[in-house]
């Protein structure tokens, strides 16, 4: 079984890409929390472990991390994105 990582960083909108953000700015929303990612998979059909505890290696605090199970073919830029436009909605 593939995992794929999806730490908040990579969906912040106040990071810039140097900084962990892994998805276009106009996807991107400002701190995004562990529980909306993980709705947000959720909504995208993916299977889901959070961990509330781990750091990203680029910052300081914790702010947790969403594995997601099997992804199957689908590519980490493309869960990605579908997770931001997910967050987006979740947002509006």
């Known amino acids: 079984m593939v995992e794929n ?3 908040p960083a990579y969906l912040d909108a106040n990071l810039s890409r140097s900084e962990g953000r892994r998805v276009p700015e106009d996807l991107a ?3 995004p929390t562990i529980e909306e990612i993980a709705r947000a998979v959720k909504q995208v059909g993916y299977d889901i472990e959070v961990n509330r505890d781990k750091t990203y290696s680029r910052e300081y605090e914790p702010r947790g ?4 199970k099997d992804a199957g073919d689908a590519s980490k ?5 579908a997770t931001a436009a997910y967050l987006g909605a979740i947002r509006a």
């Open 5 to 7: 990582v999806i730490w």
């Open 77 to 81: 830029s493309d869960l990605l994105q």
């Open 29 to 31: 929303v400002e701190e």
């Open 65 to 68: 991390q969403v594995l997601v």
